[in-house]
């Protein structure tokens, strides 16, 4: 198949049902900076650069994935865009330098307001992007996918934005991070128990494929766990507003999405995937109108 034109082959590419798990650590870290530093143009800021660093992570991977073999006929996700040849290699490369890009300018606007500790997060954020299945030891082929998420998408995102507003790192942001990053945990683990037999058989050893079915679906269910009793952990050691248990009601919805990661296999598994990420978001929304209202 030939590389095609259009927008089309670039929106797969960029995997929009999972972005919310770029978009949620921004609304956190803002609704805990509503009145205390809260800025609209950081916020604005912050979300440039999540998004546009995740896009990057997403077309590096589609572009790593298809040099390795890891994507292939018998892939039951959604067809990667370079292993389909909806774009060429080269192409992808270059979009995967145009989102660095937009991110590093988003990020420089914050370095103007913050200094020196921005350019360290932005590049570490981005080497760990790269080095997700890109380079000589690419770490998602060595069971550290969700490690990774857990911090970048999780602490450093939410720390970071906090910073962004308020130029400091409060204990109430590392636990709002802490489970932004739990939540994104959630989702790769659903990603990956949907791709165990195809990533087993081109060699890519993800935390799926090493633990198995049955203890990944209990890391689903623990991670999600986690993530709503770092929400109540941090009112109950006063580092949050009690505003914030407003999350709590997102609980109920964790139910069926651990209930069908046990029940179904492969292609079935894609709502669990989509519906965790958009239970981040959900919980980042209550999370963020009860620090503000409630707070």
């Not at 039951?76 to 370079?82: F, Q, S």
């Not at 660095?100 to 020196?116: D, P």
């Not at 609980?251 to 894609?270: D, F, H, K, Y």
């Amino acid at each position: 198949m030939s590389a095609a034109t259009g927008l089309r082959p670039w929106v797969l590419a960029a995997r929009p049902a999972t972005l919310w798990a770029g978009i949620a650590p921004v609304i956190v870290a803002g609704g805990l900076a509503r009145g205390n530093g809260f800025r609209w143009d950081a916020l604005a800021a912050s979300a440039v650069v999540a998004v546009a660093l995740q896009i990057g992570v997403n077309f590096a991977n589609d572009v790593a994935d298809a040099a390795r073999g890891a994507d292939t006929s018998d892939r039951v996700g959604p067809a990667r865009a370079v292993a389909s040849g909806l774009i060429s290699p080269e192409r992808m490369r270059l979009g995967i330098a145009v989102m660095f890009g937009t991110a590093a300018a988003a990020g420089l606007y914050i370095y103007t307001l913050r200094g020196w500790p921005v350019i360290v997060i932005g590049a570490a954020s981005m080497v760990a992007a790269l080095g997700y299945t890109g380079g000589p030891v690419p770490y998602g082929y060595r069971a550290l996918g969700e490690l990774f998420v857990l911090v970048f998408f999780g602490f450093v995102a939410t720390v970071g934005t906090y910073y962004a507003h308020t130029g400091a790192a409060s204990s109430g942001s590392w636990f709002a991070g802490a489970a932004m990053g739990f939540l994104a945990a959630a989702i790769l683990v659903a990603n990956n128990v949907r791709d165990m037999a195809t990533d087993a058989a081109a060699g890519k050893r993800t935390l799926a494929v090493v633990l198995g079915r049955s203890r990944n679906e209990q890391l689903f269910a623990a991670s999600l766990a986690a993530a709503f009793a770092s929400v109540t952990a941090a009112v109950l050691l006063g580092d949050a507003p009690a505003g914030t248990l407003l999350a709590l009601l997102a609980i109920p919805l964790t139910v069926p999405l651990a209930a069908t990661l046990r029940a179904r296999q492969g292609r079935a598994l894609i709502p669990v995937l989509e519906g965790t990420a958009r239970l981040q978001l959900f919980v980042a929304v209550l999370y963020a109108t009860g620090a503000i209202v409630f707070g």
